[in-house]
């Protein structure tokens, strides 16, 4: 298991967020600039440095980084606990995408996030489950996410697709969540990567499992989503609508490896 983002992509993003220029942040760290870059694009740094420092400069935690640099990795409960969740990983070129499957055991009754690149295993574990599609959850709209509605569309009768601006946070009530079967899921809005940016939470796991959060792009493990829209609205957002959640939920990230409330508060240095 590795991480979605390398040390490289985590400074390179805090760079940008804070507004530091690479020339400022090698040279306060004593190295050429083709060092920084060559640090920046491979994760690997070409000679000791201080950490502690170099987070400082970019507007990093110092002691959470300093975990990343020991090669923490977070810790998990295995999938199998949620019993009726399912994770599917397609890739195209280098761009490995996660899409989440969820039922209930009694009704079959089921909802997907996202799509990922191709939906012919959601569509064969849906049918050899004898699962009824109901809804189709998108974090957002980016491509990675969303390349398979079409033919979703065109295979599932009465596939209904949800996505920001609908449903609206209020679409969704806040007290009793949209059912799927005895499953309910809420809708957080975690706009900055992507202005249509949205997180599902989902409870109501038939073994009393914790909260389970699909979260897009919103966060990775021990990173940030890119701020394509705002990097400030992007790190406020999952300050305010993910990191609030109990310690136990498990966040399902867009890509790299699961992980927890707890583990990010814990060792994610962007908070």
Same mark, same amino acid.
């Given at each position: 298991?590795?991480?979605?983002?390398?040390? #490289?992509?985590?400074? %390179?993003?805090?760079?940008?967020?804070? #507004?530091?220029? !690479? @020339?400022?942040?090698?040279?306060?760290?004593?190295?050429?600039?083709?060092?920084?870059?060559?640090?920046?694009? @491979?994760? %690997?740094?070409?000679?000791?440095?201080?950490?502690?420092?170099?987070?400082?400069?970019? #507007?990093?935690?110092?002691?959470?980084?300093? @975990?990343?640099?020991?090669?923490?990795?977070?810790?998990?409960?295995?999938? &199998?606990?949620?019993?009726?969740?399912? %994770?599917?990983?397609?890739?195209?070129?280098?761009?490995?995408?996660?899409?989440?499957?969820?039922?209930?055991? &009694?009704?079959? &009754?089921?909802?997907?996030?996202?799509?990922?690149?191709?939906?012919?295993?959601?569509?064969?574990?849906?049918?050899? =489950?004898?699962?009824?599609?109901?809804?189709?959850?998108?974090?957002?709209?980016? *491509?990675?996410?969303?390349?398979?509605?079409? $033919?979703?569309?065109?295979?599932?009768?009465?596939? &209904?697709? $949800?996505?920001? *601006?609908?449903?609206?946070? $209020?679409?969704?009530?806040?007290?009793?969540?949209?059912?799927?079967? %005895?499953?309910?899921?809420?809708? $957080?809005?975690? *706009?900055?990567?992507?202005?249509?940016?949205?997180?599902?939470?989902?409870?109501?796991?038939?073994? #009393?499992?914790?909260?389970?959060?699909?979260?897009?792009?919103?966060?990775?493990?021990? @990173?940030?989503?890119?701020?394509? =829209?705002?990097?400030?609205?992007?790190?406020? !957002?999952?300050?305010?609508?993910?990191?609030?959640?109990?310690?136990?939920?498990?966040?399902?990230?867009?890509?790299?490896?699961?992980?927890?409330?707890?583990?990010?508060?814990?060792?994610?240095?962007?908070?």
């Amino acid at each position: 298991m590795t991480l979605e983002d390398h040390l #490289g992509d985590i400074v %390179r993003k805090a760079r940008a967020m804070n #507004g530091v220029r !690479a @020339s400022d942040a090698a040279r306060a760290l004593g190295l050429a600039e083709a060092e920084w870059e060559a640090f920046e694009q @491979s994760g %690997r740094m070409p000679r000791q440095v201080d950490w502690k420092a170099l987070a400082e400069r970019v #507007g990093l935690n110092p002691e959470k980084l300093e @975990s990343l640099v020991r090669g923490w990795l977070p810790r998990v409960p295995p999938l &199998e606990t949620w019993q009726v969740l399912r %994770r599917f990983t397609t890739q195209e070129g280098d761009n490995c995408v996660h899409a989440y499957l969820v039922w209930d055991p &009694e009704t079959l &009754e089921a909802a997907l996030f996202d799509t990922g690149w191709d939906v012919s295993e959601i569509l064969e574990v849906a049918e050899a =489950q004898g699962l009824k599609l109901r809804y189709l959850f998108l974090t957002h709209g980016h *491509p990675d996410h969303v390349a398979g509605v079409g $033919r979703l569309q065109d295979e599932v009768e009465g596939l &209904e697709v $949800r996505a920001h *601006p609908k449903p609206a946070p $209020r679409d969704l009530p806040d007290e009793e969540g949209l059912p799927v079967g %005895r499953l309910r899921i809420w809708c $957080r809005p975690t *706009p900055g990567h992507a202005p249509d940016g949205v997180t599902y939470v989902i409870r109501g796991w038939p073994n #009393g499992a914790p909260p389970v959060a699909v979260v897009g792009d919103a966060i990775f493990a021990g @990173s940030l989503g890119r701020g394509n =829209q705002s990097w400030e609205l992007a790190r406020q !957002a999952v300050r305010d609508q993910i990191l609030t959640l109990p310690p136990e939920t498990l966040i399902c990230p867009g890509h790299g490896p699961l992980t927890t409330v707890a583990e990010e508060k814990a060792h994610n240095p962007f908070f």
